[in-house]
């Protein structure tokens, strides 16, 4: 059986790897993975997100014997041997997705390696520690405290402009953590886009600011109007660290919002782990659908 961190290794780099669904079942049937795992899969789902399929077919494996754990093998050795990643270089921050790819297979061939030097010399494979459900968990909670120790070095910039640029990096690295396809910021004509991302087949977005006072209402009206000018199918995700005045959230409230509201707040309940992103950004959509109010706090759920 494989250790827990080459499991670790081989979800992480297959996260990285292949950013849409389409791409990673196509590389596990490359990768002879049985049919009737593959098809198990709610590939068309979705609220079935990439990495919970990633969990469920390697998970699977490993329940499966030897032949799982045949394909397991296939799948580290073909990521390890591909020879580029231009895939992911022709998409949006190609050259970040690259990176990170690059990162991750890297890692997997570290730590792959590593077991099979132990294999050999041992002539055993060594004991699993942990049941995958408390590795996925573990390895979620260790991302989130990555994220967590990144976040508060913030608070120790003193330069603003850096302090707001290196926050939309953190989030950047948020949303790739929860698979919702982030854009880094962006500008076109007479407007700068700080972010965008993807979240139930609708384009979000991103407004981040980190000043000293709760926001008054005049940029959330200007974050608004930015949205009102893009398809339908857009929504905004508007990031105050300090959050928002009470005369902000009185003159928004029941005007038929355009984008829901975050603060300090509730992203410290995400980095802590007490409520998953992605639920909590349903839940604040959902509310502002049902009462128009686009705050709803996280400690109010």
């Known amino acids: 059986m494989f250790p827990p961190e080459v499991i670790h290794a081989l979800k992480d780099a297959l996260k990285h790897a292949y950013w849409y669904k389409d791409d990673l079942r196509a590389f596990l049937l490359a990768c002879d993975v049985p049919h ?3 098809t198990r899969q709610a590939w068309h789902d979705p609220q079935q997100y ?8 390697v998970e699977e494996l490993l329940l499966s014997g030897d032949s799982g754990l045949g394909a397991l093998r296939r799948m580290a050795k073909r990521l390890i041997d591909l020879p580029n990643l231009d895939h992911l270089r022709r998409l949006e921050d190609g050259a970040k997705k690259v ?8 890692y997997l061939a570290t730590v792959a390696g590593t077991y099979d030097a132990t294999l050999k010399r041992d002539g055993a494979t ?3 520690a942990d049941s995958e459900k408390a590795v996925t968990a573990r390895r979620l909670s260790e991302e989130l405290s990555k994220l967590h120790e990144q976040f508060m070095s913030l608070v120790s910039t003193s330069d603003a402009n850096r302090r707001g640029y290196l926050f939309e990096k953190f989030l950047y690295e948020l949303f790739v953590l929860h698979d ?7 500008k076109i ?5 700080d972010g965008a991302f993807e979240f139930d087949n609708t384009q979000f977005l991103l407004e981040a600011k980190w000043e000293k006072n709760p926001l008054a209402a005049e940029p959330i009206d200007v974050f608004c109007r930015k949205i009102e000018r893009k398809l339908d199918n857009t929504l905004g995700l508007f990031v105050s660290l300090n959050g928002f005045s009470e005369d902000a959230l009185l003159a ?10 975050m603060d300090g707040q509730d992203l410290a309940v995400v980095l802590q ?3 998953d992103f992605r639920e909590l950004l349903k839940q604040k959509i959902r509310h502002a659908a049902h009462t128009g109010d686009p705050f709803l706090r996280a400690t109010e759920l």
Do not use: C, M, W
């Open 50 to 57: 990439k990495i919970r399929i990633i969990n469920a077919v």
């Open 99 to 106: 990176a990170a790819a690059r990162k991750a297979i890297d």
């Open 273 to 275: 782990g007490i409520h």
């Open 180 to 186: 919702l396809n982030p854009r880094g910021a962006f």
């Open 36 to 38: 009737k795992v593959i």
């Open 252 to 261: 928004i409230r029941g005007n038929r919002p355009s984008a829901i509201l």
């Open 189 to 193: 004509t007479g407007e700068q886009i």
């Open 126 to 128: 060594p004991k699993r």
